[in-house]
């Protein structure tokens, strides 16, 4: 192993193995490539990359508090035994956490206009906008404004109130509830807009999601342009190697379970057009 460096991390970077969206193998599982993150970096920017991984924690926290009995992911920061602790008595946790949780068993589980989902979603997201790393305030605010454009597009084409389902209340949200066009009008705040549309518009759902991922890996290129041996590197490369897990996993029976889960965002019973049949093949 490698002493840690505060800043760069040559050795490192120089060793990564290119990887691309598609591949179907990778030298070594996300599990093992944080282990060793967590030998070779810095202590403060190991904590950068535990930020990354706070929503398996995340989901895993919500999963326990509705009993939903779904597998445990072991890729979050907390042991299922910890976690389990924390929800009786929460102290030793990320505030974010510890506050959601106080919020649900004051509700009894109830929901309240958002969903507990995108309740647990949007305080994460301020939380990590708190960081003092300049890439990954930069990606989170990607991530959440992307997030939300897809929400509202789907809202507006299924004719669905996009009130609560947003996260955050800014100009860009407002402009989504507001505007008819078809970019929403934000072509002079979010660059990507026309090409993100253009891919929301193709009736294949697989092709959609994929070219969704790799809008987000040249987002992440555009990010680091300027890096080199830094961490925002190893940020950036750990961000792919999620997608990079993501794609490796799918077959027909992931694209069944993704137009599914496409379905259930929605949350609506409205009976979807027979063009909506998914082309399972992979491409």
Partial sequence: ??????KNYYCLVAGLPDIIIDQSKIPFTLMEFKNELRDILHEDDYKLVELLFLPYDNTNLLNLLQKNNKSYNSLGKYIQEELEEEIK?????EDYLKNFIETFKASGGTEYKQSWENQLTQLYLDYVQHVGNPFLKDWFRFEETLKNILTA???RK??????????REDDITDTLKKSHARDFGLSSEVDYIEKLISILESKNLLDREKNIDLLKWDYLDELITFHYFSIEVVLSYMIKLFIVDRWMKLDKETGK???EKFLNDLKTTYKFPIEFTINERRK
Avoid: A
């Avoid at 008595?89 to 946790?93: A, L, N, T, Y």
């Avoid at 299924?158 to 996260?167: N, P, R």
């Fill in 257 to 259: 379970q993704l137009f």
């Fill in 158 to 167: 299924y004719h669905m109130s996009m009130d609560e389902e947003l996260i």
């Fill in 153 to 155: 597009y789907n809202c």
């Fill in 1 to 6: 192993m490698m002493n840690k460096i505060p």
């Fill in 89 to 93: 008595e929460p102290e030793g946790i």
